[in-house]
């Protein structure tokens, strides 16, 4: 694997070195810089390699492999191709390779005479070329600080929680054993096949809002920060588990009668159940949205992750990614056309994920699908769309600061740099959130753990984008060790990371036994470790004051859910490209250890 970021300064004939700055089984990074001193609208770049390379990825740019893997060429995309001289260009590389290799490496753009240039350190992943004449961001550099818990362990962890909550037909490389198939009879009115998709939480209904918000902001971490899953050889693991809801999406678009599933499942009468997926026998209908039953949230909240899906499949799959493109633009269509909320339209929903509004989701559809096409009337929804307001959080139902962040990242202009400076502004210390004696943001009593993380996650991808980067590293390091062990107890609010975590989520197939014992609602009220770990899930985290208790029947503070880990499973990716950059920023001492 491959990670080399071309930050240019200069375009050049001439070839450039690179200087490969870390490799291992498996891959190497690098990155090359070079000066821009003339007016381009086009470009073309060449990576060439004394040794063959796999395969490389580029989000912002066309791929060509030739010469047998030793030479790329690397072609502007619709809305890159303009550069100004003094412009900045970032460019994000990802490649695979066979071993443990170090090969000579050369850079060439065409068109203009060669400039200054430096090799060094990533110190960044925001890769798209900005608009307009604005100077170009610089990102303070960070680092110095120690990795108190192995993130990159954590990472891997995670992605099994999600494996722990697949429905429908497992595969022969299922890596959690005490699940089986269930939900095979997931149908749709006229027998469309639903089965697949995650399992939302401790329960077994499918909502397909949190299921797409977690898998947009699970793929936006990944493109942001891929080299983090290839040091950690995590790569494959991440495909794996992402295809799974894409899949999923896929089916739930039935185009020939604009019918977009949304869920599965009927709430109270799964709630009532408790036992393993495997073991269900109510009825479970499937719901939907309609032209005259719209949703336009849920819509905007998909045609996103589909979106970022092709972006993170296209180099791997192309006919996979193309089909994933395809499905997201007549979803964003179908959520454009026919406005409303779908909680309005699927009463059942309401009652425990009801939707305060659908711009935010279409501004994460429509900002999506511009990263995706290059498509400026994208860009314009997506400004119709954006909301002038400071986030509560960033969550499941509220994606006003990523609509902010993926703005600003695209067009650098200060009014959206300001917007996600005054979210931060109220989550920083002396801010609105408030903050337990251990120094967690405590947002809310359901979820802080998911809520914290989240804002982490969104610290990150501001700092890389050049907002108060110093700052906003720190702060999410804390929080996040605040997460893993930094806290009144001195646990790992993630199960089975470390040697002390929560035994007894409220969680129902890992509270069961092996089958064929039975399980039922005793099980929800037995002392004792549950008897299965859920590895990887974080639990909902402590109350305001830092108190917690392990009590699989207190869902407050033990549910876990597919959204609680999305966050912070992207904020360990880019804590995880920190440590591996020597970026990662030097923090006080915890002010709680256990």
């Excluded at 497992?170 to 089986?180: S, T």
């Excluded at 198939?181 to 909502?207: I, M, P, Q, R």
């Excluded at 909240?301 to 007549?330: H, M, N, P, V």
């Excluded at 890389?464 to 609010?493: F, H, P």
Aim: proline share 4%.
């Amino acid at each position: 694997m491959l990670v080399l970021v071309l930050a240019a300064l200069a375009v050049s004939t001439s070839a450039v070195d690179v200087t490969i700055s870390n490799h291992w089984d498996g891959g190497f990074q690098a990155k090359a810089c070079i000066a821009i001193t003339t007016e381009l609208h086009s470009w073309k770049a060449h990576l060439k390699f004394s040794q063959a390379v796999d395969s490389l990825d580029c989000g912002t740019a066309n791929v060509q492999k030739t010469n047998g893997g030793k030479e790329y060429i690397l072609t502007n995309k619709q809305w890159n191709a303009d550069e100004h001289a003094g412009d900045k260009l970032c460019l994000d590389f990802v490649g695979h390779t066979s071993g443990d290799i170090n090969p000579k490496t050369t850079l060439t753009i065409e068109g203009v005479a060669a400039g200054s240039s430096h090799t060094g350190t990533n110190t960044g992943t925001n890769t798209g070329t900005h608009t307009g004449t604005q100077a170009p961001v610089k990102v303070p550099k960070t680092g110095g600080g120690t990795e108190r818990y192995n993130y990159g362990e954590a990472l891997g962890k995670s992605i099994l929680f999600y494996d722990a909550q697949r429905s429908g037909k497992l595969p022969a490389n299922n890596p959690i054993k005490w699940r089986g198939d269930s939900a095979l009879g997931d149908k749709g009115d006229n027998g469309e096949d639903l089965t697949g998709g995650w399992y939302d939480a401790g329960d077994h209904v499918k909502f397909s809002l949190p299921m797409s918000s977690t898998s947009t902001v699970l793929l936006w971490g990944y493109l942001q920060w891929r080299d983090a899953y290839a040091t950690t050889k995590q790569t494959d693991m991440f495909f794996d588990m992402i295809k799974w809801p894409l899949d999923y999406f896929l089916k739930c678009w039935i185009p020939k009668s604009q019918t977009l599933y949304a869920q599965v499942g009927e709430g109270n009468d799964d709630h009532h159940f408790w036992g393993r997926a495997e073991d269900m026998k109510m009825a479970r209908p499937a719901y939907k949205l309609t032209p005259s039953k719209p949703g336009s949230d849920v819509a905007g909240e998909i045609a996103a992750s589909l979106a970022a899906g092709y972006l993170a499949f296209k180099q791997r799959d192309a006919k996979y990614a193309a089909t994933l493109l395809s499905t997201s633009k007549e979803i964003y269509e179908f959520g454009k056309k026919y406005p409303g909320i779908y909680s309005s339209s699927i009463q059942d929903a309401g009652q425990f994920y009801s939707s305060s509004g659908y711009k935010d989701e279409m501004c994460e559809g429509a900002m999506w699908l511009y990263k995706a096409t290059g498509d400026k009337s994208y860009l314009a929804d997506a400004k119709g769309y954006h909301e002038n307001a400071w986030a509560w959080a960033l969550g499941w139902d509220d994606k006003k600061i990523a609509c902010q962040l993926l703005l600003y990242e695209a067009t650098k202009d200060t009014a959206y740099k300001t917007e996600v400076e005054g979210f931060f502004k109220g989550w920083l210390p002396g801010g609105s959130i408030t903050y337990t004696p251990c120094g967690q943001a405590w947002r809310d009593k359901w979820g802080s753990n998911r809520y914290a993380a989240n804002s982490a996650f969104a610290a990150l991808v501001a700092a890389d984008a050049g907002i108060d980067t110093v700052t906003y590293r720190k702060w999410a390091v804390e929080q996040m060790n605040c997460i893993l062990g930094d806290n009144k107890y001195g646990i790992s609010y993630q199960i089975g990371f470390g040697t002390k975590y929560p035994r007894n989520p409220h969680h129902r197939s890992a509270s069961c036994p092996d089958i064929p014992a039975p399980c039922s609602e005793t099980n929800l009220h037995t002392a004792g470790p549950s008897p299965h770990i859920l590895v990887g899930a974080i639990v909902g985290g402590p109350d305001n004051d830092d108190s917690y208790k392990d009590n699989r029947e207190d869902y407050v503070h033990n549910e876990v859910a597919c959204d609680y880990n999305s966050g912070f499973q992207s904020a360990l990716a880019g804590l995880t490209r920190l440590v591996h950059a020597k970026e990662l920023p030097a923090i006080p001492a915890p002010k709680c250890h256990g």
